[in-house]
């Protein structure tokens, strides 16, 4: 599985961006897709995932504001972020977790850097 995202960049405080990654390979929707962030110096951090039957998780510093949707014929994973904050500012890598019988496998795509900044 390859996953490629797009739509980072550089956006004023109290603005929107929409992520978007792409898959090629197998995606099943037993699969969790989602989106994770990082900065320097700290920890990748989970930012959204969805999983069989469109359940979501979501970090609470983004909760009523960013909102993740998937496609499992285009095997895309979105990311809607409104609302954006200063601390919004990283890295943000699409994620994709398959679950075998006997192991899991995680996929990361290449990152895409959102900016929020006046």
């Known amino acids: 599985v390859q996953l490629v995202e797009s739509g980072g960049g550089l956006v004023q405080p109290g603005g929107c961006l929409r992520l978007?990654?792409?898959?090629?390979?197998?995606?099943?929707?037993?699969?969790?897709m989602g989106w994770y962030r990082q900065v320097p110096g700290k920890q990748r951090e989970l930012v959204a995932n969805v999983g069989s039957s469109d359940s979501t998780n979501y970090a609470d510093s983004v909760k009523g504001r960013f909102t993740i949707s998937r496609d499992n014929v285009k095997k895309t994973v979105d990311l809607q972020m409104n609302r954006l904050k200063p601390e919004d500012t990283a890295v943000y890598y699409c994620n994709v977790l398959k679950t075998y019988v006997t192991y899991r496998r995680v996929y990361w795509g290449q990152g895409t850097l959102v900016t929020v900044s006046s």
């Open positions: 978007s990654c792409t898959a090629s390979g197998s995606i099943f929707s037993s699969d969790v």
